[in-house]
């Protein structure tokens, strides 16, 4: 939490000391190695697994930059594209701190990049789990909770249109520690072995009570624009 404060803290305050500097003259071939402060957009989220809004800012300092993204999700979000609609108390809150290295040296508009997000998503849920205690269990009702932190190094490109909008696509690989918890549980009961079949697919999530390290990856595209450079 100290973390995601001290990033909030200078994304205030840099852009405003920035303001007050002189500008830095742009070498020949080194488009990339600028200061500039930026909103963006990451509109595909909200067809995820997960849907959700994120926007986010970047503070640009030459080759290095500063990258904090939010997100958001609920019941009205989730239902823009579900169907039927969905209507189960769905709840997705993230923040998405990164820090990035310009290759403009090597490959202009390129970039490494480490990320470290972390996300709650929440819902009303019935049926069957694992259970830590008892194994395989049924609830009438529960909340159904999933929290998640993880590292993720990426590379990107980031491309200029014009002078001040910009379009990035990024992919990435991590690992990330996610933890399930099943709180509020009313009439909870054993159920047989593989009553509930468990989620063993490769597309699917082990939604089983308990904590455990899993691989992560990443890719998107952001829509941004520099409100100064």
């Known amino acids: 939490m100290r973390f995601t404060l001290t990033l909030l803290l200078l994304f205030i305050?840099?852009?405003g000391l920035w303001a007050q500097e002189v500008p830095i003259e742009k070498d020949p071939g080194t488009e990339t190695a600028f200061?500039?402060?930026g909103v963006h957009l990451m509109p595909f989220s909200i067809t995820t697994r997960y849907p959700r809004l994120r926007l986010g800012m970047q503070y640009k300092m030459e080759r290095f930059s500063l990258i904090l993204?939010?997100?958001?999700?609920?019941?009205?979000?989730?239902?823009v594209i579900a169907e039927p609609d969905e209507n189960n108390d769905y709840r997705f809150v993230g923040v998405r701190p990164e820090v990035r290295y310009s290759l403009s040296t090597v490959l202009p508009e390129f970039y490494v990049g480490l990320e470290v997000p972390?996300?709650?998503t929440s819902?009303?849920?019935?049926?069957?789990?694992?259970?830590?205690?008892l194994g395989p269990v049924g609830?009438?009702?529960?909340?159904?909770?999933?929290?998640?932190?993880?590292?993720?190094?990426?590379v990107g490109v980031q491309l200029l249109a014009g002078d001040w909008f910009t379009f990035d696509a990024y992919l990435g690989a991590g690992i990330a520690l996610v933890k399930w918890d099943y709180v509020d549980r009313v009439n909870l009961r054993s159920v047989p072995f593989g009553f509930y079949p468990d989620a063993g697919l490769f597309l699917n999530e082990n939604r089983a009570e308990g904590s455990r390290s899993v691989l992560e990856l990443s890719g998107g595209f952001r829509f941004g624009v520099w409100l100064f450079r």
């Open 118 to 120: 972390y996300t709650l």
């Open 35 to 37: 200061r500039g402060f």
């Open 139 to 154: 609830v009438d009702a529960a909340r159904r909770q999933r929290s998640r932190v993880s590292v993720i190094p990426k």
């Open 123 to 133: 819902e009303q849920f019935s049926g069957g789990f694992r259970s830590e205690e």
């Open 69 to 79: 993204d939010a997100e958001y999700g609920n019941d009205g979000i989730r239902n």
């Open 13 to 15: 305050v840099l852009p």
